[in-house]
């Protein structure tokens, strides 16, 4: 197990490109799939959970070609899948494994899916009675909760689905079954989850209806192979924009970050905080905002950050923790339950290793109450096998007296494997 040594730096300087979105990159392997003739996959994440859905739909039937970050995909269309041979493993990957769930549901063979030791605790029971509804069979542990998962699809009717929950797992698992059902499938959130997957679909020829917190497909759609280029991962430069904003005399552009408005509640929250946060060069591309992003140094204030908010910044959480402790006053987080049943309980994780750190951190129910103002100390971590805990104590280590150092830190290439070398590189200017 790598453990990954983080010392104390004066500032962040430079030019930084984030990671292809992970996000984006699982639903262009998947509905490129499923889509006619030749997708092109510009600035395709070659991480660990990405490289598992490649896989997997390889071992599905559909050729890949991945040079560099072009992956080249040719599409078998709706009907054109294969039985798996095999037992599809996603890793560490909920995404890839909910995602292609969907899929599967709606393919007239039988597959069993499963992933690494943390997604088998992660429950799945929010997207296989959706999708038994529809007409799969899904077997599973505890009932269908937890993976390995074996599916046996097919003739699938369409669906009208109240998620009790903001998911774009479940969302999206549903509107890619969806696909394979005649008529129309809808899903309808309580708050609205990030939209991806329908704006990947729409750009490949779906036809899709957003209204009022519901969002309609009419199945069996003519989707054709296009040029994608993936936006830049807003949830992996959360943690420079934290890092910049909190290390005095730091500098950062971050260029070609993806800016969807379901996605940017960091920015939001940073800017709350008091943070000297711009956005610039605002276009699109494949269906997706981008832009890029200038930050200083400034200092910060507590905030309170909960509601509608929290499905639109889920996954930074971690780095807005390390922002509140250098905060003046206190923050809160509510309603972020859904944080327990990630890679790692982030709620528990957090405030065990920020308190190690010296933070004053309380965990309730469903968020983090957060006094600013204490310096943290270095210490030795531990990252719970999670990328994001992982990565948030990194930059907690920037601002932390001594040396701080991470167990298990390769995690982090589930999302990201240049984090390190990225962050060397701004911390040193070599960028």
């Not at 070609?65 to 269309?77: A, K, N, R, W, Y």
């Not at 909190?246 to 939001?268: D, Y």
């Not at 990252?383 to 948030?392: F, G, K, L, N, T």
Request: proline share 5%.
């Amino acid at each position: 197990m790598a453990e990954f040594v983080i010392r104390p730096v004066s500032k962040l300087k430079g030019i930084f490109f984030p990671p292809g979105d992970k996000s984006i990159s699982h639903r262009a392997v998947i509905i490129g799939s499923l889509a006619r003739g030749k997708t092109e996959v510009h600035r395709f994440l070659r991480s660990e959970d990405c490289l598992r859905i490649v896989q997997a739909f390889v071992n599905l039937g559909v050729k890949m070609e991945m040079q560099d970050d072009l992956l080249v995909i040719d599409g078998v269309g709706l009907d054109g899948l294969q039985e798996p041979q095999e037992v599809l493993d996603f890793g560490n990957s909920g995404t890839g494994l909910r995602l292609t769930a969907g899929v599967l549901a709606g393919q007239p063979f039988y597959s069993v899916i499963t992933g690494d030791s943390s997604l088998r605790k992660r429950p799945m029971r929010r997207i296989v009675e959706p999708l038994c509804q529809m007409g799969a069979r899904i077997y599973g542990r505890q009932e269908g909760n937890l993976p390995p998962l074996s599916i046996i699809g097919g003739n699938l009717r369409p669906l009208n689905y109240f998620s009790p929950m903001p998911s774009a797992q479940v969302k999206s698992a549903i509107l890619l079954a969806g696909l394979f059902a005649q008529g129309e499938t809808s899903v309808t959130e309580p708050i609205i989850s990030r939209d991806h997957t329908e704006r990947m679909l729409i750009y490949l020829g779906c036809h899709i209806k957003a209204e009022k917190g519901k969002v309609i497909i009419k199945g069996r759609p003519h989707l054709t192979g296009r040029k994608v280029m993936i936006p830049g991962d807003i949830s992996a430069a959360a943690f420079f924009l934290v890092a910049a904003a909190i290390i005095p005399g730091s500098e950062l552009t971050i260029v070609n970050v993806g800016v969807n408005p379901t996605r940017t509640g960091i920015i939001g929250v940073l800017k709350n905080m008091g943070a000297n946060l711009e956005i610039l060069n605002y276009r699109e591309e494949s269906g997706e905002p981008i832009a890029d992003l200038h930050i200083k140094s400034s200092p910060l204030c507590g905030v309170v950050v909960e509601g509608e908010i929290i499905p639109r910044l889920i996954d930074e959480i971690p780095a807005i923790a390390v922002a509140a402790t250098r905060a003046t006053g206190t923050t809160i987080i509510r309603d972020a339950g859904e944080l327990r049943v990630k890679e790692s309980d982030r709620l528990a994780a957090m405030t065990r290793e920020l308190t190690r750190m010296g933070a004053r951190i309380e965990e309730t129910e469903t968020g983090l109450v957060i006094s600013g103002g204490n310096q943290l100390r270095g210490t030795l971590c531990e990252s719970y096998s999670d990328h994001r805990v992982a990565m948030a104590l990194a930059i907690a280590g920037l601002v932390a007296k001594g040396e701080t150092r991470i167990k298990e830190a390769e995690f982090i290439a589930t999302s990201f494997p240049d984090f390190f070398s990225s962050l060397e590189n701004l911390c040193y200017g070599r960028t």
